[in-house]
């Protein structure tokens, strides 16, 4: 048994800050008890870097520089033109690769200021195209919202054509159970029935159409719950969005 390697128990996340037991009368026994005053504000975010999962982060969500970086910056700085500058550095870049495959071909032990090079012209691609990647996340916000508007324009005409075409159903079955009442009141009349077997018969008449009609209109019930479920579902994904 003591040969066996001791296993070390490491949390699998951090653990909560040390400011927590303010909100509460904090007991070793792991009860609480809810404070009489109202709890201290909580602590201002902060600033500058931070640690965090044992790497080491900064609140100002800046692009850095690569003199920064410890690079060299092959582009000019200020404001330039991206795309005329990404498509110099491709340029540079098959011109370099050329280079090199002369280099390996004619003095291959000097092939490795030509790799630098190259690893160079790559850092700076890169840098330009991360600075691009703000305008891609404000871009790819404005076509999600796009499509949500999109979708609930569309769920919003479908709800209102299905409506129009129910009650344009109901009103029909409206004067269809009319007419056939009046109808059997009618033929009852001149054969002579009674009071109560016209009633009878009207009754009978009238739920027996009722039930066709209820058959004829469950398709439009159905698409308007089918369209309440999409609307919901949108509101919901508007909801998680926002």
Avoid: C, W
């Avoid at 007991?27 to 709890?39: A, F, I, S, T």
């Avoid at 129910?166 to 269809?176: C, F, G, N, P, T």
């Amino acid at each position: 048994d003591s040969m066996q390697p001791q296993v070390e128990i490491v949390a699998a996340f951090p653990d909560p800050p040390i400011f927590y037991k303010l909100y509460a009368n904090y007991k070793q026994d792991g009860n609480y008890l809810p404070e009489e005053k109202p709890p201290p504000s909580p602590p201002p975010p902060p600033e500058g870097t931070y640690s965090m999962f044992g790497l080491t982060y900064t609140t100002s969500d800046v692009l850095p520089t690569l003199e920064d970086e410890g690079r060299t910056q092959l582009y000019p700085k200020g404001e330039i033109d991206h795309i005329a500058e990404l498509k110099k550095i491709n340029r540079s870049l098959l011109f370099n690769y050329l280079q090199l495959l002369d280099i390996l071909t004619k003095n291959p032990e000097h092939y490795k200021k030509k790799v630098e090079d190259i690893e160079l012209l790559f850092v700076n691609m890169h840098h330009l195209i991360n600075s691009y990647r703000p305008h891609q996340a404000r871009e790819s916000l404005i076509t999600t919202m796009e499509d949500q508007i999109r979708r609930r324009n569309n769920a919003r005409l479908e709800l209102e054509r299905v409506t129009e075409h129910a009650k344009a159903r109901l009103a029909v079955a409206k004067i269809k159970l009319a007419m056939l009442s009046q109808n059997g009141s009618e033929r009852s009349i001149k054969n002579g029935s009674s009071s109560e077997d016209v009633e009878m018969k009207e009754a009978v008449s009238e739920t027996t159409q009722e039930d066709v009609l209820t058959d004829e209109m469950k398709a439009d019930i159905h698409r308007l719950q089918i369209m309440k479920l999409k609307l919901d579902k949108i509101r919901d994904e508007a909801t998680l969005t926002s």
